[in-house]
């Protein structure tokens, strides 16, 4: 599917055009929008799985802050932490079975798109890993480094 966006700016006497064309791919290394790519344990935080372009930053780190930032919102604000976003970058969660999906995506990107992404891949993750092995799982996430293979699957 063929996704395009037309924006107009204005700079003083001068009128620049862009067009964005996104193609929407239903594989992870099609899907031209997303840029990485977390899952986590919600109330740990602990990263089981990351699919990262360009690190910035240590996985366990971003996934504490995420989860740390989670349940601030819940506890103050009684909400549930949908997305924040930078100047370039919008983070996207998604929750599904206490398990956090955490996408980048570019701050263009419209949200209902972004939803339907991460919810594919939450799919395709408790199709390989149904939510029965995390009772008593033991914390080796080694087991998840098959999920890309997943991810490359058409």
């Not at 862009?18 to 992870?28: G, V």
């Amino acid at each position: 599917m063929l996704l395009r966006y037309s924006y107009s700016f204005y700079f003083s006497s001068f009128k620049i055009n862009l067009r964005l064309d996104l193609i929407r791919d239903n594989t992870f290394q099609m899907m031209k929008n997303l840029l990485d790519l977390w899952i986590l344990k919600k109330k740990s935080g602990i990263v089981i799985f990351s699919k990262v372009n360009n690190p910035i930053t240590d996985d366990d780190c971003l996934g504490g802050i995420i989860s740390a930032l989670s349940y601030f919102v819940k506890g103050e604000l009684g909400e549930t932490l949908t997305n924040f976003r930078t100047d370039s970058f919008q983070y996207n969660i998604l929750i599904k079975n206490k398990i956090m999906f955490v996408g980048r995506f570019p701050r263009l990107i419209e949200e209902w798109y972004i939803l339907q992404e991460l919810n594919d891949i939450a799919e395709k993750f408790f199709a390989r890993y149904p939510k029965h092995i995390f009772d008593n799982w033991d914390y080796d996430v080694s087991k998840f480094i098959g999920f890309n293979e997943v991810l490359a699957e058409p």
